[in-house]
């Protein structure tokens, strides 16, 4: 693993050079408590003051709205067209969990089944970390298996240092940027980048105010599948989905097609939430997760249970969004503690 330094001039021009040179996706301030990801045309457009997004970075490889293929009927013959992808793309300014968030979502597309549209989004994207430099009330990514200057996953992770940034290539792809743009960076030759990022982890690690313990919860979810805890629950909970929405792990989506003429038209698919009434109703009328109970209980075995079933990687990263949006303050966190608290007294 190479270390390079930037001075902050230099890391404007950087980035202007790549939004030149590439798709460059990176953290934008739309309003005051507002951060998405957005494409920006060079670094003037940048917030890199933010602590994380409101809405995670995922939109990139998985649009919330995203065009398939476009179809045609005529004598008699149906043509299909595929939609244009995206070309090479830099994404820019991630916070570690987000990071850990792509790395959750990997398997889901690039697994037995391969989605075409996410792979070709990844495999075109370049993923630039940057460390944390304070740690919110909701943050717990530490008790979720990361941490506030974990890059790892990342090409590229970004630190901040006195006079500029410290910048490690932790790929061969992020070796090949860095190369791409050499005249902008000094080789770190006295380990001053590895030295800052660990100092500024031990910092961040004293700044987590409330410690997850995941012991033992998803074996005690292995053998209880109906409890009563679900259904009280749920008595808070709205059905908004604004949890599924802001968190940077759910991948739910739904297929329409769309046709105003009826002979021509496209296939997109969409951002969907299996806290939706509809999400699991049949064509029949039939829904195996009729009530809340069920679509709540669903969201958080997934979270800690079903996903490292299938891929040994807790579905959770501990961005803590879904805590800070939550309109009625259902808290994945307590929830790991009530459930504790439960098989205690099993």
């Known amino acids: 693993m190479k270390a390079y330094t930037i001075t902050r001039d230099n890391l404007g021009a950087w980035l202007d050079a790549l939004a030149r040179d590439y798709t460059l996706i990176a953290p934008v301030r739309e309003e005051e408590t507002v951060s998405l990801f957005k494409p920006v045309s060079g670094f003037a457009e940048i917030n890199l003051g933010y602590t994380n997004s409101t809405v995670s970075p995922k939109g990139w490889l998985f649009p919330q709205t995203e065009e398939m293929f476009f179809f045609s009927t005529g004598d008699g013959q149906i043509t299909l067209a595929d939609a244009q992808t995206p070309g090479p793309a830099v994404l820019f300014g991630l916070r570690p969990c987000d990071i850990k968030g792509i790395l959750v979502l990997d398997p889901v597309f690039n697994g037995a089944y391969q989605d075409c549209y996410y792979q070709k989004r990844r495999q075109n994207t370049i993923l630039v970390g940057l460390s944390c430099t304070r740690v919110e009330r909701h943050c717990f ?206």
């Not at 006195?162 to 290539?169: H, K, T, V």
């Not at 259902?330 to 790991?336: A, E, G, K, L």
């Not at 009530?338 to 007294?345: G, M, N, P």
Request: with cysteine; glycine share 12%.
């Open 141 to 346: 990514c530490t008790s979720m298996g990361g941490g506030p200057t974990d890059g790892g996953g990342a090409d590229l992770l970004l630190t901040e240092m006195d006079g500029g940034y410290g910048l490690e290539a932790l790929t061969s792809r992020g070796e090949e940027l860095i190369h791409r743009y050499q005249d902008y960076f000094i080789p770190d030759r006295d380990n001053r980048v590895t030295a800052a990022r660990e100092e500024l982890g031990k910092k961040l690690a004293g700044q987590f105010t409330r410690a997850v313990d995941t012991t033992g919860v998803k074996e005690f979810l292995d053998e209880n599948f109906e409890l009563p805890y679900w259904g009280e629950l749920a008595r808070r909970c709205l059905g908004c989905g604004i949890c599924t929405y802001i968190c940077p792990t759910c991948h739910c989506f739904d297929i329409f097609d769309q046709s105003p003429d009826g002979e021509s038209g496209v296939r997109s698919r969409c951002w969907d939430s299996c806290m939706f009434s509809h999400f699991t109703r049949m064509a029949g009328g039939h829904n195996p997760r009729p009530t809340k109970k069920e679509r709540v209980r669903n969201r958080f075995l997934h979270k800690l249970k079903y996903h490292r079933d299938r891929y040994n990687l807790d579905g959770c990263v501990g961005c803590g969004r879904c805590v800070t949006r939550c309109p009625v303050n259902i808290d994945i966190r307590q929830i790991i503690a009530d459930l504790q608290e439960v098989a205690r007294h099993e």
